[in-house]
Every structure is written in structure tokens, then in C-alpha cells.
């Protein structure tokens, strides 16, 4: 069992930032692919940005150019640095493990363990 604890969130103004992070209480270098998610209210959750072991990430084409993801293996930390946000950021965000994932895989079927959320609020 891997439990995850975000944190970060808030509400900010449009083109404003935030950095989130997620707290695993398993190492991290023993998990291969980790991720964040966000789920808006009416919406389907999608993926925002992931990152395997090896470093490499893949990114929602809504958010590229704009978050970066991040993994520090000795804290246990995943981190998402958001930059100009939008109103259309506005969402719960998750962060998520995919144990047993090969690659920066964005599908939600391959990711087993969720935190609680944090809620990113962006004003336009």
C-alpha cells in the first residue's frame, strides 16, 4: 500500500503560480512512474504531467510549456511547478503512482495508488 499526501494548492489570479507537491511514504526510487491528474467539476479526470525513473515526463498539451514535474527520490517528493496559469487550470489535483508502468505512461488504468487532491483555484 502506498499512501500519498498532496499539498500546494491554493487560489491564485490568472498568470500567477503554484507549486505542488506529494509526499509518498514508500521510496520513490522504487516506484517507476508517477504522476499528476486533475479533475475539474462535470469532467473526466485527465492526466496533467508524469515522470518515470529513468527521468523522462510527458505532459497534457494544455499545460506544456507551462508545468514542470519533478521527482526527488531521497525526499520522497513529487513536485508540479505551475506557471501562467489560467482560470481553465481550475481543478482538484491528484498525485499518483503507476507501480508496475513502463515508460511516462498517462493512462488513468495504470496508475493504482491516489492521493486525496488539492484544489488549485485560478481567478481570471
Known amino acids: 500500500q502506498v499512501h500519498l499526501e498532496e499539498s500546494g494548492g491554493g487560489s491564485v489570479p490568472a498568470g500567477g503560480s503554484l507549486r505542488l507537491s506529494c509526499v509518498a511514504s514508500?521510496?520513490?526510487?522504487?516506484?517507476?512512474?508517477v504522476g499528476w491528474f486533475r479533475q475539474a467539476p462535470g469532467k473526466q479526470r485527465e492526466g496533467v504531467a508524469v515522470?518515470?525513473?529513468?527521468?523522462?515526463?510527458d505532459y497534457g498539451d494544455s499545460v506544456k510549456g507551462r508545468f514542470t514535474i519533478s521527482r526527488d527520490n531521497a525526499q520522497n517528493t513529487l513536485f508540479l511547478q505551475m506557471n501562467s496559469l489560467r482560470p481553465e487550470d481550475t481543478a482538484m489535483y491528484y498525485c499518483?503512482?503507476?507501480?508496475?508502468?513502463?515508460?511516462?505512461?498517462?493512462?488513468?488504468?495504470?496508475?493504482?495508488?491516489w492521493g486525496q487532491g488539492t484544489q488549485v483555484t485560478v481567478s481570471s
Open positions: 499518483a503512482v503507476a507501480p508496475w508502468a513502463r515508460g511516462p505512461v498517462m493512462g488513468l488504468s495504470e496508475y493504482h495508488y
Open positions: 514508500v521510496p520513490l526510487r522504487s516506484i517507476s512512474t
Open positions: 515522470v518515470d525513473d529513468d527521468g523522462r515526463s
